[in-house]
């Protein structure tokens, strides 16, 4: 078995204001498979992204990317990592400079990672995403939530990554907007071997869509491993007392019944 | 003390610039004392807007037609005065964001207590403090005193929401019109919330609307439900006759569209298309889903079907689909979506 | 990705854009102050042209005449010179010393506010607390007392109102880069290896620009009324080049005699600078009414 495509080991964060917003984080994701991470507000799983974006520094512990550690190095010596780890952001309204009109916002992406794309090629890559050219150029307020994200989508793909972070990508959607996503994501990585890590408070949307589950809570790991195994059995208190909560849950029981 | 809200035929429209908007059309609703009846719909759908409607929170922004009766009152034509004694003692409303509740520069308790003296609950200080404590605790709050000397940024959201519950329910109205209560709450406390919903609802007989866009959270609180889309009632009836057999195509693509086991990766049943924002332009003689149905003929473009009984209680806004549509939710199966 | 994967997903989706939206509708401020602005500049611009007399020859035999005196329409002053005159020739260092200190202070201000929000490790407190000295300090005596510092002339009066401008052109730029720096598509950009100095130019500058061009053309609303007071103090224009607040000075004097003559270039002083502030609430209404729509 080959090694994961990203692994993060022991990964410390404490903010100024004294919250231990990561607790020794440990976690790995395989090439083209996605990783769910659920957790409640506070539980760190946001800030958890953000390290791996290299966007928020880690304390302390390691975060290697395709054999390379990323904490402690320079800013500007990884720049082709940054061009393989992409982000699709949870609010579709700010995720794009209501400024610059979408092919612009997406050339910009492609710019910034050294990227060789012209305005044909993003055209393109929108349309796979299921914008048309006429929408392309438009500006993000006259989009609706759903479209926004599928052009985020599009901007992240550009780059030709290896792994998208979604942070809460679909929680500001309509649910029915949310399954047409959904299965965007899926598609697009059984087609372009994407791996995934999903972050999101929604455990029916990742259970649905992740492979392998961290469950998180206070900054810590609370549980890990195959998504169907954890659903099935969840072994913490928490993971049981999260499952139990959820209203698809209750539904599901009540569809047994 | 019974509360039967009746809602007939209410129409609320805005006005933007030179247009004006239709964001709530022709909506019947009904709501018994002692039972929930769920709004639910997505953005754009005018669920929110029916509800604070119902309150008449839009002043003199809103054109709003139709009637509106609490225990046969008519709440539209009231003087504002008036309107302003029932608000928060006899209909009260818990907003969607408990933080924009609260005023983020002063303590709970001298919140709280203000409240209580503009609605002649209390008098004098040191009553209304006790009178405040006993709120928090009947919402679960385990230290309502120290919760009382607390600003609201010291506590967590969901004590913040149980906090907007306590002072809704001060005055057991009979009617409570609770506006996506759960959506900024974690999971876990989504749960206590709804269940304390329950709680205050078998001890007051009292009516709740609860307005959201959520089927799991509908079903875990609701009695009734009626589905909205584009500004209209799509489907209404009994909730889990509603869920398990619905006669309208939008209410089983929400239904479809969950992300429930089972159903592999890529396969999800999405509505194609997305639902009309708010604002925009809707054309009265078609129905208004046509364009995202699978089930549209030719006629569904031409005219515009009304809300009809279809059985036991359950109305649905459909000319094509004369028996229950199939879902993962349903009992056994008739028309195959 | 195959067409027909991306067309099982979508189906029937309409590739339908969001109703149209009607132009948006310049309210009665904006036209009102635009059309005395661009009155003003036209003025301004048209000076010799439009001036019946000469702005700095007088004939001592003709003076303080009233207001509607036939001739001197608006009257003449102490030293006989037509006052409509030296009003239309006063537009030019009314302008000048209104948009001129604004331009200035804009410039310094917004680079010191994006220093301070972009990189606040560096410039915040230096920058932030330094510019907090000068805003302590009731701007229009600031003004003077630099005015007073460095002595009469145009040249001096542009610079110390535009110091005086520096302090809140500042806080306002701050204040707009943190709302947009915590916008997702700044840390999209940062995720992706955007340098500081891209990321400042290409996306905060834009999305902050509209604030500030509004800020500001408030402000020279109130630059105008500024520096008119400087020159009223004897700071600002040197006789005998036309300037309204310096006519204002003049005309002080004779205030029982012919109280008339004095409300002249008052009014001129008021009508500009009522005119961008028109202009300046307008624009901010729509700016505001657009992100409202936007927001949807």
Redesign the interface.
């Known amino acids: 078995m080959s090694a994961p495509l990203l692994r993060v080991t022991d990964v410390v964060k404490r903010y100024p204001n004294g919250v231990l917003a990561a607790d020794h984080v440990s976690f790995a994701v395989d090439a083209g498979r996605t990783l769910g991470i659920v957790g409640?507000?506070g539980s760190g799983k946001s800030t958890t992204a953000?390290m791996v974006?290299?966007?928020v520094v880690p304390d302390s512990g390691s975060i290697v990317y395709d054999g390379r550690e990323l904490v402690g190095r320079r800013?500007g010596s990884?720049?082709d990592v940054?061009?393989e780890?992409?982000?699709v952001?949870?609010?579709p309204?700010?995720?794009?400079?209501?400024?610059?009109s979408i092919v612009e916002?997406i050339r910009?992406?492609a710019r910034?990672?050294r990227t060789e794309i012209g305005r044909d090629g993003i055209l393109e890559m929108l349309?796979?995403?299921?914008i048309?050219p006429?929408?392309a150029v438009?500006y993000?307020?006259?989009?609706?939530?759903?479209?926004l994200q599928r052009c985020?989508i599009a901007?992240a793909l550009v780059?030709g990554p290896r792994l998208v972070v979604c942070d809460e990508a679909v929680s500001a959607l309509?649910?029915?907007?949310?399954?047409?996503v959904?299965?965007?994501l899926?598609?697009?990585?059984?087609?372009?071997g994407v791996a995934y890590v999903f972050i999101s408070?929604d455990?029916?949307?990742v259970?649905?869509?992740a492979d392998d589950v961290v469950v998180m809570s206070r900054g810590r790991v609370v549980e890990s491993g195959p998504a169907a195994a954890i659903?099935a059995d969840p072994q913490e208190e928490y993971t049981r007392?999260?499952l139990d909560?959820?209203?698809?849950k209750?539904?599901?029981r009540?569809?047994v019944s | 003390m019974t509360a039967r809200l009746e809602v007939r035929d209410l129409n609320v429209s805005f006005r933007r610039g030179e247009r004006v908007i239709s964001a709530v059309r022709g909506v019947d609703l009904e709501a018994g004392a002692g039972r929930t009846l769920v709004l639910l719909g997505?953005?754009g759908s005018g669920k929110s807007v029916t509800a604070n409607a119902i309150l008449r929170l839009y002043g003199r922004s809103a054109r709003i037609d139709g009637s509106v009766r609490l225990d046969g009152e008519e709440l539209l034509s009231l003087p504002e005065k008036r309107m302003r004694a029932l608000r928060g003692r006899t209909v009260s409303m818990v907003p969607q964001d408990p933080s924009a509740a609260l005023d983020p520069l002063r303590r709970v308790g001298d919140q709280i207590v203000e409240v209580l003296g503009l609605w002649g609950v209390a008098r004098g200080n040191g009553a209304a403090r006790r009178i405040a404590a006993g709120l928090l605790e009947r919402v679960g709050i385990a230290e309502p005193e120290r919760v009382l000397r607390s600003l609201p940024f010291e506590l967590s959201?969901g004590m913040r929401q149980r906090i907007a519950i306590a002072i809704a329910v001060a005055c057991e109205p009979r009617l409570l019109i609770a506006d996506e209560p759960t959506t900024a709450l974690?999971?876990?406390v989504?749960?206590k919330v709804l269940d304390l919903f329950a709680e205050l609802q078998r001890a007051n007989n009292m009516s709740m609307i609860v307005v959201t866009?959520?089927?799991?959270?509908a079903?875990?609180i609701g009695h009734d439900i009626a589905v909205m889309y584009a500004g209209r009632i799509v489907e209404s009836g009994p909730m889990e006759q509603v869920l398990s057999a619905p006669r309208h195509p939008y209410t089983a693509?929400?239904l479809e569209?969950?992300?429930?086991?089972g159903?592999p990766?890529?396969?999800?049943?999405?509505?194609?298309g997305?639902?009309p924002?708010p604002g925009e332009a809707i054309p009265d003689d078609a129905c208004a889903f046509v364009t995202r149905c699978a089930f549209a003929v030719a006629s569904c473009s031409a005219h515009r079907p009304r809300l009809e009984p279809v059985g036991a209680g359950q109305s649905a806004a459909c000319d094509v689909i004369d028996a229950p549509i199939a879902t993962?939710?349903s009992a056994d199966t008739a028309v195959v979506a | 990705?195959s067409a027909d994967?991306?067309t099982r997903?979508?189906a029937a989706?309409p590739?339908a854009?969001?109703a149209a939206r009607p132009r948006m509708r310049w309210g009665s401020e904006t036209i009102a102050g635009a059309i005395i602005v661009g009155g003003l500049i036209a003025v301004a611009l048209l000076a010799p042209v439009l001036a019946p007399a000469s702005p700095t020859a007088g004939d001592i035999g003709r003076r303080l005449f009233d207001v509607g005196t036939n001739g001197n329409i608006l009257g003449t002053d102490g030293q006989g010179r037509d006052i409509l005159t030296r009003l239309i020739w006063g537009a030019r260092p009314a302008l000048i010393g209104g948009i001129t200190p604004v331009l200035i202070a804009g410039v310094i201000g917004t680079a010191l506010g994006m220093i301070a929000g972009l990189a606040p490790r560096i410039g915040r407190s230096a920058i932030m607390r330094t510019l907090d000295v000068l805003y302590a300090f009731p701007a229009i005596l600031l003004a003077v007392a630099i005015g007073a510092a460095l002595g009469p002339g145009v040249v001096n009066s542009i610079v110390s109102l535009a110091v005086v401008l520096i302090a809140p052109i500042a806080r306002v730029a701050e204040a707009e880069v943190l709302r947009v720096r915590s916008?997702?598509?700044i840390?999209?950009?940062?995720?992706?290896?955007?340098s500081r100095a891209?990321i400042a130019i290409?996306?905060v500058l834009?999305?902050i620009a509209p604030t500030l061009i509004v800020y500001g053309t408030s402000l020279i609303g109130l630059a105008i009324v500024y520096s008119a007071g400087l020159s009223f103090l004897g700071l600002g224009v040197t006789p005998p080049e036309p300037d309204w607040g310096q006519m204002l000075n003049d005309l002080r004097q004779f205030i029982y005699d012919r109280p008339l003559l004095s409300l002249v270039p008052a009014a001129a002083i008021l009508l500009a600078s009522i005119g961008f502030n028109l202009l300046g609430d307008g624009l901010k209404r729509r700016l505001e009414v657009r992100d409202g729509?936007?927001?949807l």
């Open positions: 409640e507000s953000r974006l290299g966007l800013k990884l720049r940054r061009r780890v992409q982000v952001p949870q609010n309204q700010t995720s794009f400079n209501p400024r610059a916002s910009f992406n910034v990672t349309e796979r995403v299921g048309a006429g929408n438009k993000p307020h006259e989009l609706s939530g759903g479209q985020a901007r780059t309509d649910k029915s907007v949310q399954a047409q959904l299965n965007l899926a598609e697009v990585q059984r087609d372009l408070h455990l029916a949307v259970e649905h869509i659903w007392t999260l909560a959820t209203p698809e209750r539904l599901e009540l569809l | 997505e953005s959201g974690d999971v876990t989504q749960a866009h959520d089927v799991g959270v079903r875990m693509g929400l569209a969950l992300p429930t086991p159903i990766r890529g396969e999800l049943r999405a509505i194609p997305r639902p924002g993962a939710f | 990705m994967t991306v997903t979508i989706a590739a854009p969001r916008a997702d598509f840390d999209v950009a940062r995720a992706s290896g955007a891209l290409r996306q834009p999305n729509e936007a927001l």
